[in-house]
């Protein structure tokens, strides 16, 4: 395996949004699969694997933004309501081709930490984000704060001690989508103290 291999994989590794996405555009099953397979490689504490993935496309994923938008409307006081973001939301449904509801399934003993399984699953999803390129596809992962609602929790079936940690929203890049540069993080060296 070489270095610059790996470095350039994950150097290259970036979120791109519903507006960078084409319109009615799907992913293939096979494709996915293949994102989730490489989540399932990520290293979890006594092996509790706890990454769970709830798929959504075509009219389940209509149905996906329909329910986030009712959360929304139903989560938010009149005062912070905007139809204008109910609309937004609706709207992703035209752009994005998948939805994958990133859950952690809380170990039965509960004898691993809870920041432990959430440690795993963010690891598993950062697997996927460094594939979907390969295969041509586009995407972010969202965290509004109705994925953490009791209300989207009892929409995915989630038991006591599960989390919803999120949305992976994926879809393909639009025809002739310009290289947009990834923005540049500050050096290491103003990150790391040696001892």
């Known amino acids: 395996m070489e270095f610059l291999n790996v ?6 590794r970036q979120s791109l949004f519903a507006q960078q996405m084409e319109i ?39 149905d996906f933004f329909e329910t986030l938008a009712s959360i929304y409307k139903s989560t938010t006081s009149k005062e912070l309501f ?11 449904s035209k752009n994005v081709a998948v939805v994958i509801a990133i859950c952690m399934k809380r170990c039965d003993k509960g004898s691993v930490p809870v920041f432990e399984e959430q440690w795993a699953v963010a690891c598993a999803v950062q697997n996927i984000l460094l594939g979907m390129k390969s295969l041509n596809i586009i995407g972010y992962w969202s965290t509004p704060k ?16 599960d ?33």
């Open 82 to 92: 905007e139809e204008k973001k109910e609309q937004k939301i609706l709207n992703k």
């Open 7 to 12: 470095k350039n994989i994950i150097a290259k």
């Open 163 to 195: 989390q919803c940690m999120g949305f992976l929203q994926l879809g393909i890049p639009k025809e002739g989508l310009p290289e947009i540069p990834k923005l540049e993080n500050g050096p290491i060296e103003d990150k790391v103290t040696w001892i």
């Open 24 to 62: 009615g555009a799907t992913i293939e099953q096979e494709k996915i699969w293949k994102l989730l397979e490489l989540g399932n490689y990520a290293p979890s504490h006594r092996r509790t694997q706890p990454w769970r993935f709830s798929v959504f496309e075509k009219e389940a994923k209509n």
């Open 146 to 161: 109705m994925a953490f609602s009791a209300e989207m929790k009892d929409y995915l079936n989630l038991e006591n001690e």
